[in-house]
């Protein structure tokens, strides 16, 4: 059985959230990746239930997934994932053993403050992270030369490598004031290569694609895709990391309707409490193009197989993806097809002639500009 550290236990009694206990009651250890570590398992939906009734909703300002993928046209970046806990409702004395545990000097403790479990954790989290990374929707004046991304409580810059150097030590500074501690495994400093929100990115080369941790979880539901059954809960979860790759590399999503629309149909009976979380669903017929489209999911660069004008005037597009990549041949046949070449993004104005120059791509700057590419657009 693991333990937890006396010195932490004893901050935590100082802090008024744990004292000192008289056993186990409800001690709880979890293996994950082969190492056992103690949890607090919370059931939280009883209070989630009240505060939705009051009217509040959590609100995380996330983009689709795509819309952060320009920024691999940087230097390099530099990642922070923080360990954030927050204690809120007081424990009845009757319950307290519940939440008991042991410190490694043999001392048994209990919670007397709940860590929060509720729905407003991620816009907490979201929060402090924003405000620690200076990003500019939330601190005035930071920043502005370098790409600041949050995705709740990852942290990511983007830009010039003595800037992100600049910035990040900043960031580490703050941190160790305000005792915040990050995740080793997610601490990149001013890299060229590492993963961010399920991406795996490379400033080095100017490309994306999905994260080695995404495409494990991919890989291990074609157990569950080719046996022709899994439950209802890991369908959903399943289409949701299916819809993030797809952003990722580029994949017309239109091309899987049908598997997409039996995972709906899924989804919506979870959430009308037609199907338990547990319950098996048989994929029969969808089977071949869930697993076409799981190995879709996996791939690690961009693919144009869309509408040539697809996203055109709204944000990126298939020639946009191809012309940063300097994919000259696809940029051929997106023009042959019919493509736009002057379509700008709605956010910064950028058409793929702007994305092939910045990036030095020779040839599709020739191709753009053969096929009539305005050089006179001007960006925001």
Known sequence: MSTFASAHAR?????????????????????KE????????????????????????????????????????????????????????????????LFAFQDDA????????????????????????STAAGHPEYVDGQYADVVAHVWVDNIRYAGPRDLVLAVTS???????????????????????????????????????GVSRRMRSRLQRAEDAIEAGSMSASYVESLADRLLHASAITGVFVGEFYFVLKFFRRVTNAL????????????????????????????????RACCRADAG???????????????????????????????????DNGRTALHRASHNGHLQVVKELIAAGANVDVQSK
Not at 108 to 121: D, M, Y
Not at 274 to 301: F, I, N, P, W, Y
């Open 312 to 346: 055109g005037g709204v944000g990126w597009t298939a020639l946009d993806i191809a012309s940063l990549h300097g994919h000259s041949e696809v940029v051929k046949e997106l023009i042959a097809a019919g493509a736009n070449v002057d379509v700008q993004h709605k």
């Open 34 to 97: 082969g190492v056992l570590r103690q949890r607090f398992i919370l059931w939280t939906y009883d209070a989630n239930a009240v505060v939705e009734t009051d009217g509040y909703q959590a609100h995380v300002p996330l983009q689709h997934v795509s819309q952060y993928l320009e920024a691999v046209s940087e230097e390099c970046g530099s990642t922070r994932d923080f360990r954030c806990g927050f204690y809120g409702i007081e424990i009845p004395i009757a319950s307290l053993g």
């Open 106 to 129: 043999g001392e048994w403790w209990e919670l007397t403050r709940l860590p929060v479990g509720h729905s407003c954790a991620p816009e907490l989290m979201h929060t402090v992270a």
């Open 170 to 208: 900043r960031l580490d500074e703050l941190a160790s004031e305000a005792g915040m501690t990050w995740k080793a495994a997610d601490t990149q400093t001013a890299a060229q290569r590492y993963e961010f929100i399920g991406v795996e990115w490379n400033h080095a080369d100017g490309t994306v």
């Open 271 to 302: 959430n009308r409490g037609e199907k338990a979380v547990d319950e098996k669903v048989v994929l029969r017929q969808h089977t071949a193009v869930a697993s076409r489209m799981a190995a879709t999911g996996c791939a690690a660069t961009y």
């Open 11 to 31: 901050e935590l009694q100082a802090h008024g959230i744990a004292q000192r206990g008289r056993g186990p009651n409800g001690l709880v250890v979890e293996e």
